[in-house]
């Protein structure tokens, strides 16, 4: 059974850094694509970015592209989410989660597998 642990949120001031990371099991990942999505308190859950873990390939939210990067180390099975230039917006709790699927989608319902989420606060 694929497990999924998030780590590295915290509370920044805008225009800071942060990396998120996600500790995956259970599973030989190549065939899967990840992804991270997020939640803001009142809001419905929505994607940020997705990665197929085989070859790399990656589709951003329009919101995040050119400040987030989505990554992931085959030999750590971690998935990162490099999220630079924060800003207030971006204030959510941060979940990744996992599809054995090759195409790139961001249909948080068909995705199998999630993380507990972690919590990223940005101050103005």
């Known amino acids: 059974q694929v497990q999924l642990v998030e780590s590295g949120g915290g509370s920044v001031q805008a225009g800071a850094s942060l990396r998120l990371s996600c500790a995956a099991s259970?599973?030989?990942?190549?065939?899967?694509?990840m992804a991270w999505f997020r939640q803001a308190p009142g809001r419905e859950r929505e994607f940020v970015a997705v990665?197929?873990?085989?070859?790399?390939?990656?589709i951003y939210a329009p919101s995040v592209k050119g400040r987030f990067t989505i990554s992931r180390d085959t030999f750590k099975n971690t998935l990162y989410l490099q999220m630079d230039n924060l800003k207030p917006e971006d204030t959510a709790v941060y979940y990744c989660?996992?599809?054995?699927?090759?195409?790139?989608?961001?249909?948080?319902?068909?995705?199998?597998?999630w993380g507990q989420g972690t919590q990223v606060t940005v101050s103005s």
């Open positions: 989660a996992a599809d054995n699927e090759f195409v790139l989608h961001w249909g948080q319902h068909d995705y199998d597998a």
């Open positions: 990665i197929r873990w085989s070859d790399r390939t990656t």
């Open positions: 259970g599973a030989a990942f190549n065939n899967y694509i």
